[in-house]
């Protein structure tokens, strides 16, 4: 008589976004979640939020780990940040937690671009501004400077960049420059690098522009990048849970699962992970998101540049919402 095998409980997926009080932001971020769930009914997937919204990240983890060994923290955010560096990585410095790599840089996030700015009916002699949220972290901006690149290749034009906060220029500022240029008939398009509506995007709204593009959710290649990052995260768990000795032997991996000995990790410079014409940009605190290598690894493979073409059917317009409490965070 046989023994049945027993399956492993996989690690709990808790997609953390920012937070807002826009319901429309809400509701997009919301989509992403769900998306993820029908993707993989096993799997346990949970939301939390870093500020504005509740339950806490932190809560959320720790809800999650009574429930199962393990638990990935997918950042639903487009850079490395305060958030993940601070609020992400406070909340896996626990056994069995890990964080994995943010939504962007991604090719596919480039691709959402396109779709948007096709929308809104990209013209030749329109100047194009690529707009994000801005963070005081400079791999945030440098992580920013890599889309806008690829977006530039696949536009086939120059492409600005600005910032909501944290970084410069500031919107205002690109939007005035590039209506400097303008040759008759032309518009400033900002394309919005946004995950979802809220108090970024309205500040984008009032910056002046002929044109924003809406921001990138709802879409199904964000749900992708989502379980890509969390796969990615997923192996580096497994990797930990067996290691070698010094003479090459299989041993178990640190006491108290993934998140053992964060507290005594070295940080991290940030680090630039080649991908063909593109990179990935990180500077997290390894130990505490010891998935950084294989996730930046995976998501310079999504962001490789050949493999690229031109895709239609982005959803048209932005639409304003209400602004979420206490404004941006640094």
């Known amino acids: 008589m046989t023994t049945p095998q027993v399956r492993p409980v996989p690690p709990a997926l808790v997609g953390c976004s920012h937070g807002t009080d826009d319901?429309?932001?809400?509701?997009?971020?919301?989509?992403?979640?769900?998306?993820?769930?029908?993707?993989?009914?096993?799997?346990?997937?949970?939301?939390?939020?870093?500020?504005?919204?509740?339950?806490?990240?932190?809560?959320?983890?720790?809800?999650?780990?009574?429930?199962?060994?393990?638990?990935?923290v997918v950042p639903l955010l487009l850079s490395v940040g305060f958030h993940t560096s601070v609020d992400i990585a406070e909340a896996v410095a626990r056994p069995g937690a890990v964080a994995a790599a943010p939504l962007g840089p991604d090719e596919r996030l480039v691709d959402?671009?396109?779709?948007?700015?096709?929308?809104?009916?990209?013209?030749?002699?329109?100047?194009?501004?690529?707009?994000?949220?801005?963070?005081?972290?400079?791999?945030?901006?440098?992580?920013?400077?890599?889309?806008r690149a690829a977006l530039a290749r696949r536009l086939g034009r120059p492409v600005?960049?600005?910032?909501?906060?944290?970084?410069?220029?500031?919107?205002?500022?690109?939007?005035?420059?590039?209506?400097?240029?303008?040759?008759?008939?032309?518009?400033?398009?900002?394309?919005?690098?946004?995950?979802?509506?809220?108090?970024?995007?309205?500040?984008?709204?009032?910056?002046?522009?002929?044109?924003v593009t809406a921001p990138l959710a709802p879409d199904p290649r964000l749900t992708a990048i989502v379980l890509d990052r969390y796969d990615a995260a997923r192996a580096e768990l497994a990797t930990r849970a067996v290691g070698t000795d010094d003479q090459g032997r299989s041993v178990g991996g640190p006491e108290g699962g993934a998140g053992a000995g964060a507290e005594d990790a070295p940080d991290a410079d940030p680090v630039l992970v080649p991908a063909g014409d593109l990179a990935v940009v990180a500077g997290v605190r390894r130990g505490v998101t010891g998935v950084l290598a294989p996730a930046l690894a995976l998501a310079a493979v999504a962001l490789g540049v050949a493999a690229l073409g031109g895709r239609s059917g982005g959803r048209p317009g932005a639409r304003p919402g209400a602004r979420p409490v206490g404004g941006p965070r640094p």
């Open 160 to 211: 600005a960049v600005a910032y909501g906060a944290g970084a410069r220029p500031r919107v205002p500022d690109a939007v005035e420059a590039a209506r400097e240029g303008l040759v008759p008939g032309g518009r400033v398009v900002v394309a919005s690098y946004l995950l979802a509506p809220g108090y970024f995007l309205d500040r984008l709204l009032e910056a002046g522009a002929d044109v």
């Open 23 to 72: 319901l429309a932001g809400r509701s997009a971020v919301r989509s992403v979640v769900e998306s993820v769930r029908q993707a993989r009914p096993h799997l346990d997937v949970r939301e939390a939020f870093v500020d504005v919204q509740t339950p806490e990240v932190g809560d959320v983890v720790a809800g999650a780990l009574a429930a199962a060994p393990e638990a990935v």
């Open 112 to 147: 959402v671009l396109v779709d948007r700015l096709e929308a809104v009916g990209l013209r030749r002699e329109d100047h194009v501004v690529l707009a994000a949220a801005g963070s005081s972290v400079a791999a945030a901006a440098e992580a920013v400077q890599v889309v």
